[in-house]
C-alpha cells in the first residue's frame, strides 16, 4: 500500500449524500475501517472532513450518490484532483472502505468533550494517568505501546472515548499483543510488529524486538492489552481534558 498512504482518499469533487443501498456486516465495516486509516486518513482525516467541501464523516460527497459510484471513483480517481486512482486496490477492499464510510456517517458525533484543556491534559497523560509508561509522544516515553505522536489525526474523539474506557474493546489488529513460548519454555510477551508464514517479531516490555521461527514456538496466543480502563480512575473533567490532548497530538 505504499504510495497511497497519503494521497488514496481525496474523495469526491456537487454534493449528494451518501444512500446505503446495500446491507454491509459489521466486519466489512472494520476491514473498512483498517483500510481507511492505511490509505485515506492523512488527506480526509479521522473525522472525513480535513478536505475542504468534503465530509465524509456525515455521508456528504461530491460526484457520488451510489455506493457503486463511490467504489468507481476510488478506482479510477479523479482527474486533475488529488485523488489518484487506485486500480492495484482489490474492488472486495474498495468496498470495505465504503461500508466503513457508511457506519462512520451513522455513527455517534465525534465532538470535542466540552471544558478540556489539553495543558491539564497533557499533566494527566504524564502524571496520574502514567500513560508515558507504555506510549510515547515525540522524544518521550516508552515504545512497547503504540506511538501516539500523531493519534489526534488518525483516531476520532468517539474512539478515544471507548478506548478510554475498554481498551481491548477496540484494539486495532496491528496493537494486539501475544504470548510467545519456546520449545524450552521460556515465555515472552509484547505487542506484534510483524508475522508470516515463518516468523514472528514483538516487541517486550523492555523494548526489546524479539523475533522467532514459528517451528521453535509451543505457543503463540493473543493477550489482552496491559493498558488498563480509565473509567472508574478519571472523573468526567478529567477524561475531557486528556481526550482534548491527544487530540492536539497531530505529529508534524
Not at 476491514?31 to 492505511?38: D, E, Q
Request: aromatic share 6%; net charge positive; with cysteine.
Amino acid at each position: 500500500m505504499g504510495m497511497w498512504k497519503v494521497r488514496v482518499c481525496t474523495f469526491f469533487a456537487a454534493a449528494g449524500v451518501l444512500l446505503a443501498q446495500h446491507e454491509f456486516s459489521p466486519f466489512d465495516a472494520q476491514v473498512g475501517a483498517r483500510l481507511y486509516i492505511a490509505n485515506c486518513i492523512y488527506c480526509h482525516g479521522p473525522d472525513g472532513d480535513q478536505v475542504p467541501g468534503i465530509d465524509l464523516g456525515h455521508g456528504k460527497f461530491h460526484h457520488a450518490t451510489t455506493d457503486a459510484e463511490i467504489v468507481q471513483i476510488i478506482r479510477k480517481g479523479i482527474p486533475n484532483t488529488g485523488m489518484p486512482a487506485q486500480t492495484n486496490m482489490p474492488e472486495a477492499q474498495v468496498k470495505n472502505i465504503v461500508a466503513y464510510l457508511r457506519s462512520l456517517a451513522a455513527s455517534p458525533a465525534s465532538d470535542l468533550p466540552p471544558g478540556g484543556d489539553a495543558t491539564r491534559g497533557k499533566a494527566i497523560f504524564e502524571g496520574k494517568g502514567q500513560c508515558l509508561n507504555c506510549h510515547r509522544v515525540k522524544d518521550k516515553g516508552s515504545r512497547l505501546g503504540p506511538d501516539l505522536s500523531d493519534i489526534g489525526g488518525i483516531r476520532r474523539v468517539v474512539e478515544m472515548e471507548k478506548t478510554l474506557a475498554d481498551p481491548n474493546g477496540t484494539l486495532l489488529p496491528q496493537n494486539r499483543f501475544f504470548r510467545v513460548t519456546t520449545r524450552d519454555g521460556s515465555s515472552i510477551t509484547g505487542r506484534i510488529l510483524n508475522q508470516d508464514t515463518f516468523t514472528v517479531e514483538l516487541i517486550d516490555s523492555r523494548e526489546r524486538l524479539m523475533s522467532f521461527q514459528r517451528a521453535d514456538l509451543r505457543e503463540f496466543t493473543a493477550v489482552k492489552s496491559p493498558m488498563p480502563s480509565y473509567k472508574d480512575k478519571l472523573t468526567a473533567p478529567e477524561t475531557a481534558d486528556l481526550i482534548v490532548y491527544l487530540v492536539s497530538l497531530k505529529g508534524k
